[in-house]
């Protein structure tokens, strides 16, 4: 009977006729309903367009740079804009961002960024693959370079720290910082320990107990890699390999592979934790509008937000105190 089902193609209509409109609805009522996804893509539209016009930070001065690390393209270059620029306008401090192409930044983007950035740093896509080819080959790294071409997310744990040594500070492109990240500044001065922001849950797509079997310790929980600074010469290649490959065969592939790989790196690793209340991952009202934390990190429906107002309330916040560093 069951042969005779799935030849009929029974799950697969099922699939198509109620699980998937059932989840697109979700979604939209997660988004707040058919206006408010209008709304948001509108805004999404016009901070892009905003993104344009942001004012050329300086490339140099008295005091050391801070460097962030982003993996962007066309699609999300003009986030990678405002991240970058709410922290240089919050933090007081020059910045040098090196940006990891992921495949698409195209040269208009690039000349956007450089414009606003004058000190940043591209890294080009075909660099990063002929670095992958000569350190992570794929006869011996089969797992991690699957995941690389299929999987970007852990482009965000390779791309930075492959081949090279001494503490690096990756950040997604969905932040906005609103006031002065104090703590962040001062671990990037002193960088002793990880550093990583907090989850709204945790969220590692993989059981527990296979992720604490490998690591060898207890899983912290509710680690975000939205924010996080790691060590690269304290990473074990071949070791993430292994792990790697064997949480796909056991569980398969899953959206948090790369946060569950920095949460088992960090096992039993003392670190420098921010806190949740002042670097937010995925803000709801009344704080998602009023935005009074350090910094927020928009996944998830919280987008909608991001989108909407929270961008705007940067560029009021730069006139009001135009200062930049």
Same mark, same amino acid.
């Given at each position: 009977m069951r042969s005779i089902i799935r030849r009929a193609g029974i799950p697969t209509l099922a699939h198509h006729l109620w699980r998937r409109p059932r989840q697109a609805l979700g #979604?939209? /009522?997660a988004a707040g309903g058919p206006l408010a996804v209008y709304r948001t893509e509108r805004g999404r539209r016009e901070m892009e367009a905003a993104a344009r016009e942001l004012p050329s930070l300086p490339a140099t001065g008295t005091e050391s740079p801070v460097t962030l690390h982003l993996l962007t393209g066309r699609n999300f270059w003009y986030q990678t804009a405002f991240c970058l620029w709410s922290?240089?306008?919050? !933090?007081? #401090? +020059? /910045?040098?961002? *090196?940006?990891y192409d992921d495949g698409t930044l195209d040269p208009s983007c690039r000349e956007r960024l450089a414009r606003i950035f004058p000190a940043v740093n591209f890294v080009d896509a075909a660099d990063t693959i002929d670095r992958l080819n000569a350190h +992570?080959? +794929? %006869?011996r790294f089969? @797992?991690?370079r699957d995941r690389w071409l299929h999987y970007p997310n852990i482009r965000k744990l390779i791309d930075p720290h492959l081949t090279e040594s001494g503490w690096k500070l990756v950040t997604d492109s969905d932040l906005l910082f609103f006031r002065p990240p104090t703590l962040l500044l001062d671990w990037a001065a002193r960088p002793e320990r990880p550093f990583h922001a907090v989850d709204c849950e945790t969220s590692y797509g993989y059981s527990r107990a296979l992720m604490t079997s490998l690591a060898g310790g207890p899983i912290a929980e509710r680690v975000n890699v939205g924010l996080i600074g790691l060590d690269s010469s304290r990473l074990d290649w071949d070791r +993430? $390999? !292994?792990w790697c490959q064997t949480l796909l065969t056991r569980e398969g592939p899953n959206y948090y592979l790369e946060q569950a790989l920095v949460a088992m790196l960090l096992v039993r690793t003392e670190c420098v *934790? %921010?806190?949740a209340?002042?670097? *937010?991952?995925?803000? $709801?009202?009344? $704080? @998602?509008?009023?935005c009074r934390a350090v910094m927020h990190h928009y996944v998830a429906h919280s987008k909608r937000w991001y989108f909407q107002s929270s961008w705007r309330? *940067?560029?009021?916040? %730069?006139?009001q105190s135009p200062a930049l560093p």
């Open positions: #979604r939209l /009522i922290f240089a306008r919050q !933090s007081g #401090r +020059l /910045i040098h961002p *090196v940006l +992570l080959p +794929l %006869a089969p @797992a991690l +993430l $390999e !292994s *934790v %921010a806190p209340g002042d670097y *937010v991952t995925l803000p $709801e009202p009344p $704080e @998602a509008i009023a309330k *940067v560029l009021a916040g %730069a006139r």
